[in-house]
């Protein structure tokens, strides 16, 4: 295997230089190593760090005793960086032979033999036999099959990447019924669907383990869904956890889009505001994917560790923080295509809907799209307006 150093944040690791001709290099490499999600890891290491400190000032706990699983780990990157950026145990795992071998010369060459441990395991097995307080699930593909068993193991945060954008946004319909038990739907905000989806099917899969759970910092970023989930363990945890479930209504015909609360729920077929037959997605998690304190805090972190990605990742944060906890963006260029308007600088829109004394923001998951509270007929107008 011919292989190369490289450096993320202050860690250095030996990866595999894929075949040039691969159609796409990091699954070609006999040991996975993709660097395009570095920006995904410096995160990790800044939400990582941020959880810990309130970790430690809420429970009697030493640094070096909080315990974390890359529980998919390849050439050992992510928790490689956990250990020697945020001090903590780290325990990497891999069921294939040559990742292990690479893990365990990547613990050497950063000289972290005390902080970290290397598992040759199917993670699964490995998740339902030992607990940890971070369970960290970032394989390539689709988490679904692993939800149980890092819900059964984990105590404190489950850190969870998708990779299957396609199915949970409805692209790949079927697919995405099989793996998540939900019907998502193929909108301009599938990004969102997606993410709702996928927290959604961990808030059931924790539910089962008498764990209830508080998204802390979720991104959707190019084509994959990012999240951290602080654990709430106890039966009534649970039940308010479930109270953010629910489905959501789409009208294809108007534009409309609306929240029901609920697991078993009466749905009007017509749409509220222009009678059309509407469509139903669910069920999703329609609470807030972040919390705005923990934002800050993650904004603290970026700060204080060098990373490549500080400015953009920092840009990104920002953006989580201050969207409205309405579900389901709008974008304003498929609104001006409907009305035949032309459409104005976005924060020229959330201005001028704030204007009419409605809340309204932008949202990370678009340039073009904002969160408002105002119905959707008075959403047009204000466009109209705008474009005269
Ligand atoms: N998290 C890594 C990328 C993981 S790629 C990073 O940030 O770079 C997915 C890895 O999971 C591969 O190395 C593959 O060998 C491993 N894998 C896939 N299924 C597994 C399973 N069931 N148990 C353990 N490892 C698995």
Redesign the pocket.
């Known amino acids: 295997m011919i292989c190369k150093t490289i450096v993320e944040g202050t860690t250095k690791v030996l990866v595999p230089v894929p075949p040039l001709d691969a159609a796409f290099p990091?699954?070609a490499a006999p040991?996975?190593?993709?660097p395009e999600?570095e920006f995904?890891?410096d995160i990790n290491v800044a939400a990582t760090a941020a959880f810990v400190k309130r970790l430690l000032s809420r429970k009697d706990i030493l640094r070096e005793e909080i315990r974390y699983v890359?529980?998919?780990?390849?050439?050992?990157?992510?928790?490689l960086r956990i250990a020697g950026e945020v001090g903590i145990h780290s325990t990497m795992?891999?069921?294939?032979p040559?990742?292990f071998e690479m893990i365990k010369e990547n613990i050497k060459i950063n000289g972290l033999e005390e902080k970290t441990f290397a598992t040759h395991?199917?993670?699964?097995?490995?998740l339902h036999e030992q607990k940890f307080h971070i369970v960290?699930i970032?394989?390539?593909?689709t988490p679904s099959?692993?939800l149980d068993a890092a819900s059964a193991s984990v105590w404190s945060m489950l850190s969870v990447?998708a990779t299957d954008t396609a199915p949970l946004c409805g692209a790949h319909l079927n697919s995405g019924i099989r793996k998540y038990a939900a019907v998502p739907l193929n909108t301009e905000y599938h990004s969102e669907m997606g993410l709702r989806v996928l927290l959604g099917a961990c808030a059931r899969e924790l539910a089962k383990h008498e764990k209830g759970m508080i998204p802390l910092l979720s991104h959707v970023t190019r084509h994959y869904i990012r999240t951290y989930l602080e654990i709430i363990p106890g039966a009534k945890n649970v039940s308010r956890t479930l109270k953010s479930m629910g489905f959501s209504i789409h009208c294809p015909k108007c534009g409309f889009r609306g929240p029901v609360y609920g697991l078993a729920v009466h749905i009007d077929r017509k749409c509220p505001m222009c009678e059309s037959l509407t469509q139903i997605a669910g069920p999703l998690w329609l609470g807030p994917f972040r919390e705005l304190e923990f934002c800050n805090e993650v904004i603290s972190e970026l700060e204080a560790h060098p990373l490549n990605t500080k400015d953009k990742a920092k840009k990104l944060i920002t953006f989580c923080r201050d969207e409205l906890d309405i579900p389901m963006f709008y974008d304003q260029h498929v609104i001006c295509k409907e009305l035949g308007a032309s459409a104005t600088g976005i924060e020229t829109l959330i201005e001028a809907i704030r204007a009419d004394g409605f809340e309204a923001s932008r949202t990370h998951f678009s340039g073009t799209s904002f969160r408002t509270d105002a119905p959707i007929t008075e959403i047009k107008k204000i466009i109209r307006k705008l474009s005269e």
């Open positions: 990091p699954s040991v996975f190593y993709n999600m995904n890891r890359d529980a998919f780990s390849a050439s050992g990157i992510r928790g795992n891999d069921w294939s040559e990742a395991r199917n993670a699964n097995v490995l960290d970032d394989p390539f593909g099959p692993f990447t």
